[in-house]
């Protein structure tokens, strides 16, 4: 699947590999203009995306495999990267 935002509907469209069609869009809460998508995968094995957003100050948490989001991260300041480590 290839995730993509971009500004001016905040909001994830999930598009299929084999056909480039548009599977899914999922809403996020706000209607920001989302900044970056980083993946992380989780000791588990889930894989889940951090959508920061330029506008709201939040970076939104989503879980690629249920395609739900998970919640919300409040921030200070706009995100311009997020690095993930161990």
Do not use: C, W
């Not at 996020?28 to 980083?38: A, Q, S, V, Y």
């Not at 889930?46 to 939040?58: C, K, P, T």
Request: proline fraction near 2%.
């Amino acid at each position: 699947q290839i995730l993509v935002i971009s500004g001016g509907s905040y909001e994830i469209s999930i598009i299929g590999m084999e056909d480039f069609e548009v599977i899914n869009s999922i809403s996020l809460k706000n209607r920001g203009f989302p900044g970056k998508i980083e993946l992380v995968h989780t000791h588990t094995g889930q894989i889940r995306a951090l959508i920061s957003d330029h506008d709201a100050y939040e970076v939104a948490i989503y879980d690629v495999d249920t395609e739900k989001v998970l919640g919300y991260l409040p921030v200070n300041h706009v995100v311009g990267t997020i690095i993930v480590g161990k």
